[in-house]
């Protein structure tokens, strides 16, 4: 019985797989993959290795391994093998070992070697530890097997190590066959049809596709390199962004969003920057208002209604371009707000023009030393639109003074608000400087002694700052980042107002006023002092003007421009003469500087391109208008730049331009695309004309600014003298004088409400804020804000900011 059992175990182990399963598992059937005979379901009939397409290059002396492989039977399930035998063999089919080795078994089973495996070395030393590069070239093939099934062949390249790999552009080497395939240089590669080679000469337009092909070299500081292409293997390409351009396992690429980006190409297991692939950047963005066929076009869209506006969107080429990430910028984004897919919902009545800008990095991105390189990397700005919402709204005018300690909310909605002197609050320090969020929900106070932050909701301070002492100059339109300059210290602060509540080393006092000793988490600085400073609609970009402090608590303008970018950071320009104001151009494709004379900046940067390399100088000088202007500003509609002075005799200069389209571009290119050089009279050829208007009976030494209503009709002149007020009228090219009530002798600081209706002013003589009905050009009424010294002396209103309130009316 025994001898019995014995047979029978025997027996399972040693018949075939197919009997044991019939007679040894208790009656499970076998499982044909059809009919009663051929191969089993569960067997492995195939083995593929991977990558096929590519294989694998190995640089001489190069170790490499085989990816597992991967079995399947004949109703394609997975098999799972636990061990594979490898082999290597030429093209013949000939077991070899001279190009390149593979270890058959083991551990270690199909750890590759460019060269030949060590085997029974003796003396310790284990076998297949070292490789011993044969310095072959050539190409094998490693085979995998198991279960009396072999894999595909899966190629192996040997060949020297890989020094330089270039994208593009091929030029015939001397070693190459007569009148080679240029997409390789020496080697034929299989190109779609239909599908244009890429030769790094230009972009290609969205949509469109273009082979791509490298050469590979070895020994690249010879003269002339080793081209070894053709010995390499087939390359895989991995773009930096993906989002610019995609590329299949035949290297075709397909071009996606406008922008370049570094391409990688991998050979040899290990990655290559080979080149830079460009997907054409916008040429003209045409922003349009649907169904409406007004030129230039504009539109009247009433409060709380929503109005979406039309991009369209043509590259250098003349091709369409969908799916941009475009930035819409408003003029007024406190009264009419534009989202971030261009559709406008007004909140107030007003006027504001809305531009589309193609900005980088979200759009057009481009590699910093690759910046101008077809166009990417810089920014395309469209036309603007006019959209005017009729209507009034009321005013929350907040009024202090560099001589005083209080600051004087006033709500207009409230009926007693001209009649009765306003509730004042006291500041710990004299403010030198006051700004106000976009959303009026934050004013920003500069002092000697340090930064104080007033809720414009609760009319009270929220936080005191002295690691950031000086004068405040500007808030984004975002209402993230405050300029900041301190003369004391030279420094500038990009101050991030999304931390200035929890940030620093800072205690809360009694009143809910939050101090500290430590700057606040994130302040960006940059030496030296500013004297003022303007962001784009965006928020990405702000332009600061600097100059020298003096000891009387001035600042001489300086010949500095610091412009700092969320894309590239801090710049500084150098500009041929001081400059002591800055205002950026509607749209925002440039910055005008006040100075004799008024120049001009263009967001479009000098590019200069020698081979593959390509140099930037940003900023660069794009207009020079010979008037002086001590103060700029410039109008929503993009139609002038206006500016007053005090040199050689008060007086308002106005550029006036012909239209408010982006610069003329290169020649070729449609409006909007930055040309690669830019001139020094980029916007000259839009400047129609430049007037000079005295302001008469106007004794003045300093002005103080500028104030443009919306809709661009009047600008305001407000300044440290005697005299009127000035209102200068864009359409007549004239200044009427605005006799002001009662005993003032100046305007000193002026504000404007949103619908254009009524002009805050802030004067000397009687320390009063005078209502200037726009619309008449009249002083209709005052309110005494009762600002006083620390003496109790009452003095002038002139700081002066407002934000709109719904009327109630």
């Not at 000035?726 to 004088?737: D, E, F, I, L, R």
């Not at 005052?782 to 109790?792: F, K, Q, R, V």
Request: with cysteine; aromatic share 6%; proline share 9%.
């Amino acid at each position: 019985m025994r001898r019995f059992v014995t047979l029978a175990v025997l027996f399972c182990f040693t018949i075939p797989f197919g009997i044991s399963i019939s007679g040894c598992s208790k009656g499970t059937p076998i499982t044909y993959c059809e009919g009663d005979t051929g191969p089993i379901v569960g067997q492995a009939v195939a083995v593929t290795l991977n990558p096929k397409l590519t294989g694998i290059s190995l640089n001489f002396g190069q170790f490499g391994q085989v990816a597992a492989p991967s079995a399947v039977d004949c109703k394609n399930n997975s098999v799972s093998i636990s061990s594979y035998t490898y082999g290597i063999f030429d093209a013949n089919g000939h077991a070899t070992t001279t190009i390149a080795d593979v270890v058959p078994s083991g551990t270690s089973a199909g750890k590759l070697c460019a060269g030949t495996w060590n085997r029974n070395s003796g003396g310790g030393v284990a076998d297949y530890t070292t490789c011993n590069a044969t310095n072959i070239t050539g190409e094998v093939f490693v085979v995998a097997s198991a279960s009396g099934v072999s894999s595909n062949p899966l190629p192996i390249f040997v060949h020297p190590t890989v020094t330089s790999v270039v994208l593009g552009n091929p030029t015939a080497q001397a070693n190459c066959p007569t009148d080679p395939d240029p997409s390789s240089n020496c080697c034929p590669v299989a190109v779609q049809t239909g599908v244009a080679l890429f030769d790094g000469s230009s972009c290609i337009s969205q949509g469109q596709t273009a082979q791509l092909a490298v050469r590979a070299y070895a020994n690249a500081s010879n003269t002339p390199a080793n081209n070894i292409t053709c010995s390499v293997g087939h390359f895989t390409y991995t773009p930096e962004s993906s989002s610019i351009v995609t590329i299949d396992d035949n290297g075709v690429a397909t071009a996606q969003q406008p922008g370049s980006t570094i391409i990688t190409a991998n050979i040899a297991n290990a990655g290559s920057s080979a080149g830079f692939y460009s997907t054409c950047p916008p040429a003209q963005i045409a922003l349009s208002v649907p169904g409406s066929t007004v030129t230039p076009p504009s539109a009247t869209v009433n409060q709380n209604v929503t109005q979406p506006l039309l991009a369209t969107v043509t590259d250098t080429k003349g091709n369409t371009i969908t799916g941009l990430t475009l930035t819409y910028q408003s003029t007024q984004p406190n009264t009419i707000p534009v989202s971030s897919t261009g559709s406008i919902t007004p909140t107030f009545p007003g006027a504001a023009d809305i531009t589309a800008i193609c900005q980088p990095p979200s759009c057009n991105p481009s590699p910093l030393n690759q910046i101008g390189l077809f166009g990417n990397g810089t920014p395309v700005a469209s036309n603007p639109v006019t959209i005017t919402t009729p209507g009034t709204n009321t005013t929350l005018l907040y009024v202090a003074s560099t001589n005083s300690r209080y600051i004087a909310p006033i709500d207009f909605s409230n009926p007693s608000a001209t009649a009765n002197p306003p509730s004042k609050v006291q500041l710990p320090y004299i403010p030198n400087s006051m700004v106000i969020s976009n959303d009026g929900s934050t004013i920003y106070m500069g002092s000697a002694n340090e930064l104080m932050i007033f809720n414009a909701t609760t009319n009270s301070l929220t936080k005191e700052d002295p690691s950031v002492a000086g004068k405040v100059l500007a808030v984004s339109p975002d209402g993230t980042t405050v300029i900041i300059t301190d003369p004391v210290r030279q420094l500038i602060y990009l101050y991030p107002v999304s931390t200035a509540a929890t940030s620093g080393s800072g205690t809360t006092t009694g009143s809910g006023t939050t101090t500290g000793s430590a700057p606040t988490t994130g302040i960006l600085s940059y030496g030296g002092v500013a004297t003022n400073a303007e962001f784009t609609p965006d928020s990405q970009t702000v332009y600061i003007t600097t100059g020298t402090p003096n000891s009387n608590n001035t600042v001489t303008p300086g010949s500095t421009l610091l412009v700092h970018s969320n894309f590239t950071g801090w710049t500084a320009v150098s500009l041929s003469g001081p400059a002591s104001d800055v205002a950026v151009t509607v749209p925002s494709v440039g910055a005008y500087l006040a100075g004799s004379p008024t120049t001009a900046v263009s967001y479009c940067p000098s590019t200069t391109i020698s081979g593959s390399t390509v140099s930037n100088l940003f900023y660069p000088p794009a207009d020079s208008a010979s008037v002086a202007m001590d103060l700029i500003k410039a109008t929503d509609d993009g139609l002038h730049i206006l500016g007053a002075t005090v040199k050689g005799g008060p007086a308002m200069n106005d550029l006036v331009f012909s239209s408010a389209l982006p610069p003329p571009p290169a020649s070729g290119q449609p409006a909007g695309a930055c040309p690669m050089v830019v001139p020094s009279n980029f916007f000259t050829g839009q400047r129609a004309s430049t007037k000079t208007v005295p302001l008469s009976g106007v004794i003045a030494s300093a002005i103080n600014d500028v104030t443009p209503t919306s809709d661009a009709k009047y600008a305001f002149v407000t300044y440290t003298g005697t005299g009127s007020l000035p209102a200068y009228s864009t359409a007549t090219g004239t200044v009427t004088s605005i006799a002001l009530s009662g005993t003032a002798t100046s305007p000193a600081a002026a504000a404007i409400s949103t619908d254009n209706s009524i002009l805050f002013v802030g004067t000397t003589g009687d320390n009063l804020v005078h209502l200037i009905n726009v619309n008449t050009l009249k002083d209709t009424t005052t309110i005494a804000p009762g600002l006083t010294d620390p003496s109790g002396n009452v003095v002038a209103p002139n700081l002066i900011v407002q934000h709109p309130r719904k009327s109630t009316s």
